[in-house]
């Protein structure tokens, strides 16, 4: 790799030991990557805490935060005293919501660390959205704009909505990013990188969020890491709908950019976001890969029997909230069953003043922020059965909390949470 | 015994060898691998309840969550991680977990490694000269390939 004087600098250790540990490791991963130069960003999207037990136990042992930073954020055995950031820098979602902790089944042990870790961060100059939305409560990149996001859904709305440039960063680089200024020139920061690589016919009206979700699981499984282009007539989706497409997209397969022409910047036409170039291929979607989906995504239901039912994976858009207030306003959940709605802790602040949220607890159900189950690994006790409208949080929730999990609308998520029973169907 | 050699790039250098585990299916990080045991977890995946610890894992790429290294990097710190990857199709989830992992690890091979490695072959990764040295194994009594080549 071609270093800058100033890089290289870094690199000696001229701006301390922390910038030059991240240095090293952009330049390791540079060269992993067959990068030939670092790009400048000043947008970075980052976790840093110790939520996990294995992560705690690392805490104790290796003696705080500056050593879980250092090992999990630059891949530094040697602990090193981090310093203020020199990138703007977000919080993404974390471990537990600091206001539902305790009905979440986190112990007084794991919030007092959580505290702690929110203390550091601050006094590091990390930005606390502590959401997997950045993009929507204050972090829109604009077109063009170089950034270091982790958060799969993220990066992948950044590039395709946005036309913001950034690679599916890891904890490491995103750390190394924010100390430095910088980040590996590879991938979709060059434009040759950002053409479509499959055209897919769209056959059907893709109009629910359920919809978007079911198109997204379907193109990452048969795309894995391409450059999907949709061809479809019909409504132009909105931020929800896309949320939700990506977030899929980005979880059956490694989707990290996708062209929709006439709505996503970088595509006036079929042509256009393919670069001129010749598709490596032309899929379609229609009623059975639409079929398929839904199938997979509930291929570990069986159990009619609703305890726990999830909304908001990637978290709630306002205008999501309010759709669940309308379904929820003046009905009860059942006695034997949970629905807790996540959104961004900003967005749950005007929930609050709509009295959204008064709604939702009104109904016995929870509007929470900062987490979410799988990332968290919170849920309500003794949960066997779980539904979501998420196609991501619906493939993740049986490997990591061994849960059967219904995929379906929010509709029939909201209506198992009111009666307790999965009734959903493909329609 | 005759050996097969696999030319690529090396992704991270060292030298390290064990029996491989092939899989068709690109790997999910976070959500995929349960970091302490080393295995996969994800439920549709067709390595699904085996092990990748102290193998070197022969697979086509990475998918899903960026907590994809921090995986990796949990199953090095936990001593659940291969000894080596040889894979297809380089991206930043996996250039930046194999870095993490401090393990050998070579990519854009001359032959498809997915075609060439079966699991259960040895399978030695010397990254720093880019070469994958591939010794097949001879299954219950069957004749392996080297033999039937002999």
């Known amino acids: 790799?071609?270093?800058?004087?100033?890089?290289?600098?870094?690199?000696?250790?001229?701006?301390?030991?922390?910038?030059?540990?991240?240095?090293?490791?952009?330049?390791?991963?540079?060269?992993?990557?067959?990068?030939?130069?670092?790009?400048?960003?000043?947008?970075?999207?980052?976790?840093?805490?110790?939520?996990?037990?294995?992560?705690?136990?690392?805490?104790?042992?290796?003696?705080g935060l500056d050593a879980v930073f250092s090992e999990f954020n630059l891949d530094s055995p040697e602990a090193v005293k981090i310093p203020h950031a020199k990138a703007f820098t977000c919080q993404l979602i974390q471990g537990l919501?600091?206001?539902?902790?305790?009905?979440?089944?986190?112990?007084?042990?794991?919030?007092?660390?959580?505290?702690?870790?929110?203390?550091?961060?601050?006094?590091?100059?990390?930005?606390?959205?502590?959401?997997?939305?950045?993009?929507?409560?204050?972090?829109?990149?604009?077109?063009?704009?170089?950034?270091?996001?982790?958060?799969?859904?993220?990066?992948?709305?950044?590039?395709?909505?946005?036309?913001?440039?950034?690679?599916?960063?890891?904890?490491e680089s995103t750390g190394a990013a924010m100390l430095t200024g910088k980040i590996p020139d590879w991938g979709l920061h060059r434009a040759e990188n950002r053409f479509g690589s499959h055209v897919v016919e769209v056959e059907l009206d893709v109009e629910s969020i359920m919809d978007w979700g079911l198109l997204g699981y379907h193109l990452g499984e048969v795309v894995q890491e391409g450059v999907p282009v949709l061809k479809r007539q019909g409504r132009v989706p909105d931020l929800s709908r896309l949320k939700h497409f990506g977030a899929a997209a980005a979880t059956s397969g490694g989707v990290e950019m996708y062209h929709i022409p006439g709505v996503t910047p970088e595509a006036d036409s079929v042509a256009g976001a393919l670069g001129g170039r010749r598709p490596q291929a032309t899929l379609k979607y229609g009623a059975a890969e639409r079929a398929r989906a839904y199938a997979e995504l509930n291929a570990n239901a069986k159990d009619t029997k609703v305890d726990f039912v999830m909304l908001g994976c990637p978290h709630s858009s306002l205008e999501q909230v309010w759709h669940a207030c309308k379904l929820l306003e003046g009905k009860r959940i059942h006695a034997n069953s949970h629905l807790w709605i996540f959104a961004p802790r900003a967005i749950r602040e005007v929930a609050d003043r709509n009295r959204y949220t008064r709604i939702i607890t009104d109904a016995g159900a929870r509007l929470m922020s900062d987490t979410c189950p799988a990332l968290g690994q919170v849920m309500p006790p003794g949960v066997r059965v779980a539904a979501t409208d998420s196609a991501k949080q619906s493939h993740y929730l049986p490997s990591i909390m061994g849960v059967q999990t219904w995929f379906g609308s929010t509709e029939d998520c909201i209506q198992a949470a009111i009666t307790g029973r999965w009734q959903g169907e493909l329609r | 015994m005759t050996k097969i050699i696999l030319r690529g790039r090396r992704v991270v250098g060292g030298c390290a060898e064990g029996e491989a585990l092939v899989t068709r299916d690109a790997i999910t990080g976070w959500g995929g691998l349960n970091p302490m045991t080393g295995t996969i977890i994800e439920t549709r995946h067709e390595l699904v309840g085996q092990s990748i610890k102290g193998k070197v894992l022969v697979f086509p790429g990475a998918k899903g969550s960026s907590g994809w290294s921090t995986r990796f990097h949990i199953a090095r710190l936990a001593g659940a991680a291969p000894v080596a990857m040889v894979f297809n199709k380089i991206s930043t989830k996996l250039a930046l977990g194999a870095v993490v992992m401090r393990a050998p690890a070579i990519t854009d091979l001359d032959q498809d490694p997915l075609q060439v490695i079966a699991t259960g072959d040895w399978v030695k990764v010397d990254a720093d000269n880019g070469i994958v040295e591939v010794t097949k194994r001879s299954a219950g009594g069957t004749t392996d390939l080297a033999g039937v080549q002999g």
């Open chain 1, 1 to 63: 790799m071609r270093l800058t004087d100033a890089e290289q600098a870094m690199l000696d250790g001229r701006e301390g030991p922390a910038k030059q540990k991240a240095m090293d490791l952009l330049v390791r991963y540079g060269e992993a990557l067959g990068a030939e130069r670092l790009v400048d960003t000043n947008n970075v999207c980052t976790t840093v805490g110790a939520s996990t037990p294995f992560l705690r136990d690392f805490a104790a042992k290796a003696g």
């Open chain 1, 97 to 171: 919501d600091p206001d539902h902790w305790q009905e979440q089944g986190v112990s007084p042990e794991v919030h007092a660390l959580h505290g702690r870790n929110e203390a550091f961060s601050a006094d590091i100059g990390i930005q606390m959205l502590n959401t997997c939305t950045p993009y929507q409560v204050g972090n829109v990149p604009v077109k063009g704009e170089h950034c270091a996001w982790m958060e799969s859904s993220a990066v992948v709305y950044c590039n395709s909505v946005l036309g913001a440039r950034t690679n599916t960063e890891g904890r």
